[in-house]
């Protein structure tokens, strides 16, 4: 069981990331980098894991909800960040 969440975990991350590799064939709205497909495997791989973790560790489903829904706010905060920098410098431009 454990092993089998492992490997829909790396099937997730891969079918996420294919999804902006075939985008870029077809507009020219998505343009990812070699950087951007690493740093975005990276996340979602270190995400997926340390959910995992928590699934593994965590006894009580209340907490396994409330640390996996904390990892993945984190994943969204920092995805947010890279794609528009919402946490820029206030005194950007002057």
């Known amino acids: 069981m454990q092993n089998t969440r492992l490997f829909a975990i790396l099937l997730t991350v891969a079918f996420l990331l294919l999804i902006p590799l075939v985008a870029m064939q077809f507009t020219d709205e998505v343009n990812w980098t070699l950087s951007d497909f690493i740093i975005m495997g ?3 791989l270190g995400t997926g894991l340390l959910c995992e973790l928590v699934m ?3 006894p009580s489903i209340k907490y396994r909800i409330a640390i996996c829904s904390a990892i993945l706010a984190g994943l969204i905060l920092i ?3 890279l794609a528009v920098g919402i946490f820029g410098t206030p005194f950007a431009g002057s």
Do not use: G, N, Y
């Open 42 to 44: 990276v996340l979602m």
């Open 56 to 58: 593994r560790k965590v």
């Open 79 to 81: 995805w947010i960040e």
